[in-house]
């Protein structure tokens, strides 16, 4: 079945700093990705999405390239902010929006950013 | 547009009891899904529903349903209540691929 794997946290740097974090998949057929972000009391909030290979998603300065020969979808940003403290999540999905829609998501990686 | 909403926000219970949580999707959307949030497993799928039929459905026991109404509002229900049922229960809407989700409704189960 689909599943994805997301480096563990947490992931602790401090402001203006590079931050990756890895996220690789495993699905049937052609799934679109997604990063999907939690900030702490509130629902998931999506940050950007690919759907086809060699997309790159962008949002907010985020940044990720669905790349199908390593089967991943690492998120990538080039100066992180205090306001970027949060859980990430790598999602997918098999299925192109029709019947038998659900996301599969990573476990989640917090991140903490220090001023 | 107004986004999905979920009420109650909190919701405390003891063993056994049966719980109804509410939700309201983004006006134009069709489909609802719902997941579990746990720390030990994760976010879990648990149904989809798209104009009143379940088209979905997660790896979970027969005490979690769920219904949708003709405006598209669902609700999930949890029976026979378990300490481990103790989540936050998210609930989505989308009319493509891309699901917006509501702020989750915190159950505790004593």
């Known amino acids: 079945g689909d599943s994805v794997t997301q480096m563990e946290g947490p992931v602790t740097l401090s402001e203006e700093a590079f931050l990756t974090i890895n996220c690789t998949y495993t699905a049937t057929g052609y799934p679109s990705l997604f990063w999907y972000v939690q900030y702490p009391g509130e629902g998931l909030q999506l940050l950007l999405k690919a759907t086809k290979a060699d997309d790159k998603g962008s949002n907010k300065g985020f940044e990720a390239t669905y790349r199908k020969e390593t089967t991943s979808f690492h998120l990538e940003k080039g100066s992180v902010q205090v306001s970027d403290s949060a859980v990430y999540f790598c999602?997918?999905?098999?299925?192109?929006?029709?019947?038998?829609?659900?996301?599969?998501f990573g476990k989640g990686t917090l991140l903490t950013v220090n001023p | 547009k107004a986004g999905v909403t979920q009420t109650p926000r909190y919701l405390i219970k003891t063993r056994g009891q049966q719980v109804t949580l509410s939700c309201s999707p983004i006006?134009?959307?069709?489909?609802v899904s719902w997941y579990q949030q746990t720390p030990g497993q994760g976010l879990q799928f648990l149904f989809e529903y798209f104009s009143e039929t379940q088209r979905n459905k997660g790896n979970f026991p027969g005490r979690f349903s769920g219904r949708q109404f003709s405006n598209s509002r669902s609700e999930m229900n949890v029976s026979t209540l378990e300490l481990g049922d103790s989540a936050l229960y998210l609930c989505a809407s989308r009319a493509s691929i891309k699901q917006f989700f509501g702020p989750g409704t915190r159950l505790t189960v004593l």
């Open positions: 006006s134009g959307h069709r489909s």
């Open positions: 999602a997918l999905s098999s299925n192109s929006g029709g019947s038998n829609y659900k996301l599969t």
